[in-house]
């Protein structure tokens, strides 16, 4: 059952174009990686299917009954987040605030589904803490509590094991898996890290500028693409 | 002591005395909520840059001899802040490069216009006044103190009305317009209230004053606490009592008023910055 279907998308900014000729499919309980060097149109990519970043040419359809807000969202984090006075709860919270209509105030039903979530990733007994004293893997789990908060049927992930130590990346990835196997949601990440792309995910789509390569984990180990990266460079053959 | 408060209770039975007391904590009040705001989308430089737009302005609409001065600074202000709040997406020059280029230019435009142009005996005077607000806050007409309690009141409303979606689009703007939440509209209403502060309390500190009034008591507060709504709370108590004790000081010891309150905050941040330290090393 497909859930996001883009076609001929052509991305960038200020009339700039950053990639073009980008077309994949995403179905529900996929593992979707996108991987590529930096400038390749990873972010833009991820922007775009956010709806932050208006597109420059092709479409990204929604169906499955997905609409924009049913997209969960873990960005890399920002600068002025690590100092920022927030508790744990606060921050989790504030994945609730597409639910509510005008009233000022979380309900009750959005208070339980924070805790579930906090409960889920194990960071129940932190969320009286401040947010800027916990480690990197910490604060990962919270931004992807809050996240969860928003939708539970679609995650993208913003290169989320950057900056964190060897145990909290291969926590984070753990609870990716579980997130995508045992919860059915269907995952989107971003990644530098193309080893562990080909180990967890399950399909691959791999940038420069435009698609080097789209389909399932087992043929793009065969493929050109995979080798090239290997080698430690991405043939780029196409003049963006 | 019995006297100092003899004193205070007869100053205070003057009107013009209690209309400077209510504005002040009333504009301390607004300016430190929208501070938080402020200080944590690092916009601190905000408040000065528009303060010395709303200079600009004021010059020019003595110069032109307006009857109420506020016709021309409320407008150009709001659209100044408009445009600086616009973080840069499509702006060639840099946001912090932007603030301090209409800043200074503004500045200098209204000096230049004040001194060829103005009709009055005290040219410098006036400008002084301007700058630090020495006269303005104790000649205020009832005009004055009721739009000063509206607009607090519009401040404080926002604040109750839309704490949860400050909160989430100054912990993370992107996050929050995935969400499906009016990030844009949200910003136009920062803009726009942040621009009339900084006209009402040109009144209070005068313009060269008033950023201190917008950071100070939220950078004292996240110096000692670490959740949003403890440092939201804790800014709006301190900045209303260092507002009353600086206003009382400066009645009795004749000091101008804005700089006394000023002084107030900065003796508040260092006794945070102190309690700060000693909790952290705990």
Known sequence: MPQIICRDLVLGYDKKIVSRNISFEVNRGDYLCIVGDNGSGKSTLMKALLGLLPTMGGSIELSDGLSQSDIGYLPQQTEHQRDFPASVEEVVLSGCIGHKGFLPIYRMSDKIRAHKNLRKLSIDGLQKRPYSELSGGQQQRVLLARALCAADRMILMDEPVSGLDPAATLEMYRITESLNRDDGMTVIMISHDIDAAVRYATHILHLAHEPLFFGTKEDYIKSGAYRGAGEGGINDETDA | ?282
């Open chain 2, 1 to 282: 002591m019995r006297q100092t408060l003899d004193l205070l209770v007869e100053y205070f039975s003057y009107p013009f005395i209690r209309y400077a007391f209510i504005v002040g904590v009333l504009i301390a009040l607004s300016s430190s909520l929208l501070g938080v705001i402020l200080v944590l989308k690092r916009f601190s430089f905000i408040g000065d840059g528009l303060s010395h737009v709303a200079f600009g302005a004021m010059a020019v609409a003595s110069v032109a001899g307006l009857t109420n001065n506020m016709l021309l600074v409320l407008p150009v202000t709001v659209i100044a802040a408009i445009l600086l709040l616009r973080t840069g997406q499509n702006t060639r020059i840099k946001g912090d490069a932007a603030v301090a280029m209409i800043s200074v230019g503004a500045l200098a435009i209204g000096y230049l216009i004040m001194n060829m142009f103005s009709m009055s005996a005290n040219v410098s005077g006036d400008v002084c006044s301007t700058l630090f607000g020495e006269t303005a806050i104790l000649t205020l007409s009832k005009l004055d103190v009721w739009l000063c309690i509206g607009m607090s009141v519009i401040v404080i409303l926002f604040f109750i009305l839309f704490y949860n979606k400050i909160f989430a689009v100054t912990f993370d703007e992107n996050f929050a317009s995935t969400t499906g939440m009016g990030v844009k509209g949200f910003n136009l209403a920062v803009a726009v209230i942040t621009a009339f502060i900084i006209v009402l309390a040109m009144n209070l500190v005068g313009s060269l004053l008033i950023s201190a009034l917008v950071i100070f008591p939220a950078l004292s507060s996240m110096r000692v606490f670490r959740t949003f709504k403890s440092v939201i709370i804790s800014s709006a108590l301190l900045s209303v009592i260092c507002a009353s004790l600086g206003i009382m000081i400066s009645v009795l010891a004749s000091t101008p008023v804005g700089a006394t309150v000023v002084a107030v905050n900065i003796a508040a941040f260092g006794v945070f910055f102190a309690v700060g330290a000693l909790v952290r090393r705990k």
